[in-house]
């Protein structure tokens, strides 16, 4: 369960989010759509905890962020979250498949037990036959599809994604919002998608709309 009260961020002086409220529960797959700059991302880094609210609170299975220190955020992330941000953060001395598997290394889980989840998700994500590749020899677009890979292996209770198809064809953009909405059903787990495609959020269960008043189901 995802709860978010009151949430508001300011950047010098000047309010981005405010009186933010949210409540997800498990297998609930929200699109988050709105106008460039209304804090779609800011938002996402929030609920991330890559950076801290003004005020409000953020509350993840029972656990308030406000409790947590930096070592302690970057466990809840490692453990308990997938994301897709616009810059993908492919690490460039790993090949596609150990990217894919690095999440799941986090958490101690290596050998045969990483590599065979990450292939599955791989081939999934139609890059099966380039797990040996290294980023440098991917396109962009397949190298968001590895980004999009990376954050699913380890099965999160909550995923964020952040235009993930943004540099995608159309049957590909298609294939990685299939592949997204069935892991997030599958899994029982929360799913956040920010973009600006209606098309692309049409395709989680209910869309809600960012404006400087707050958000709106
Ligand atoms: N670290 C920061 N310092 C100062 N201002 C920031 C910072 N991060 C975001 N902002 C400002 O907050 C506002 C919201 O930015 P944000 O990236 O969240 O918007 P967005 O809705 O995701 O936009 P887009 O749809 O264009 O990606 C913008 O005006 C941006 O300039």
Same mark, same amino acid.
């Given at each position: 369960?995802?709860?978010?009260?009151?949430? *508001?961020?300011?950047?010098?002086?000047?309010?981005?989010?405010?009186? @933010?409220? #949210?409540?997800? *529960?498990?297998?609930?797959?929200?699109? @988050?759509?709105?106008?460039?700059?209304?804090?779609? *991302?800011?938002?996402?880094?929030?609920?991330?905890? #890559?950076?801290?609210?003004?005020?409000?609170?953020?509350?993840?299975?029972?656990?308030?962020? +406000?409790?947590?220190?930096?070592?302690?955020?970057?466990?809840?992330?490692?453990?308990?979250?997938?994301?897709?941000?616009?810059?993908?953060?492919?690490?460039?001395?790993?090949?596609?498949?150990?990217?894919? +598997?690095?999440?799941?290394?986090? $958490?101690?889980?290596?050998?045969? %037990?990483?590599?065979?989840?990450?292939? $599955?998700?791989?081939? +999934?994500?139609?890059?099966?036959?380039? %797990?040996?590749?290294?980023?440098?020899?991917?396109?962009?677009?397949?190298?968001?599809?590895? %980004? @999009?890979?990376?954050?699913?292996?380890?099965?999160?209770?909550?995923?964020?994604?952040?235009?993930?198809?943004?540099?995608?064809?159309?049957?590909?953009? %298609?294939?990685?919002?299939?592949?997204?909405?069935?892991?997030?059903?599958?899994?029982?787990?929360?799913?956040?998608?920010?973009?600006?495609?209606?098309?692309?959020?049409?395709?989680?269960?209910?869309?809600?709309?960012?404006?400087?008043?707050?958000?709106?189901?």
């Amino acid at each position: 369960m995802l709860e978010i009260h009151g949430l *508001s961020r300011h950047f010098n002086g000047r309010p981005v989010l405010a009186g @933010i409220n #949210l409540s997800l *529960s498990p297998g609930e797959y929200v699109a @988050i759509v709105g106008e460039s700059g209304v804090g779609k *991302s800011t938002l996402l880094n929030l609920i991330a905890g #890559l950076d801290r609210p003004d005020g409000g609170t953020l509350v993840l299975d029972g656990c308030d962020y +406000a409790g947590l220190d930096e070592d302690a955020l970057t466990r809840l992330r490692r453990d308990k979250l997938g994301f897709v941000f616009q810059a993908f953060h492919v690490l460039p001395h790993l090949t596609v498949r150990q990217n894919v +598997a690095l999440p799941l290394w986090l $958490q101690g889980v290596d050998g045969d %037990a990483a590599d065979a989840p990450a292939q $599955q998700l791989l081939d +999934a994500v139609g890059l099966g036959d380039r %797990a040996g590749s290294w980023p440098r020899e991917l396109s962009g677009g397949e190298m968001q599809r590895v %980004a @999009i890979a990376r954050a699913l292996v380890h099965r999160p209770r909550l995923v964020l994604a952040d235009e993930p198809t943004g540099n995608l064809d159309p049957a590909n953009g %298609a294939r990685v919002l299939d592949l997204l909405a069935t892991r997030i059903r599958e899994a029982g787990a929360i799913g956040i998608l920010v973009t600006h495609s209606l098309e692309a959020a049409a395709t989680a269960d209910r869309v809600l709309r960012l404006d400087a008043t707050g958000l709106h189901g």
